[in-house]
């Protein structure tokens, strides 16, 4: 199937930027739909965006404006952008693959903001 590993997390204070990144392999099917997803303590697992491979994006609400996704066909990555960092984006953050009936999860990276 689909591997998915992501990195970028880490710790930075309110207002400042991380970018997640997200290495995809095995067999990539298209058109597909690659994205990133959040879980906070006590949550349920949330929308952060989405990107599919014709381009077309989606964004929650919490964070239009301030995070940008993008892909590289060619190179199967997908990135994160984070700007002006707020403490409840603290969560551990999950890339994700999905084709139909094929929804692939990585592990997660953990980005804390402090106030």
């Known amino acids: 199937q689909v591997r998915l590993v992501e990195s970028g997390g880490g710790l930075v204070q309110a207002g400042g930027s991380l970018r997640l990144s997200c290495a995809a392999s095995?067999?990539?099917?298209?058109?597909?739909?690659m994205g990133w997803y959040r879980q906070a303590p006590g949550n349920e697992r949330e929308l952060v965006a989405t990107?599919?491979?014709?381009?077309?994006?989606n964004y929650d609400d919490s964070v239009k404006g301030r995070f940008t996704i993008s892909r590289d066909n060619a190179k199967n990555t997908v990135s994160l952008q984070m700007n002006s960092l707020k403490p409840e984006d603290t969560a551990v953050y999950y890339c994700?693959?999905?084709?139909?009936?094929?929804?692939?999860w990585g592990k997660g990276t953990l980005v804390t903001v402090s106030s």
């Open positions: 994700n693959f999905r084709f139909y009936g094929i929804n692939s």
């Open positions: 095995g067999t990539i099917f298209s058109p597909n739909v």
């Open positions: 990107l599919n491979s014709g381009g077309t994006t």
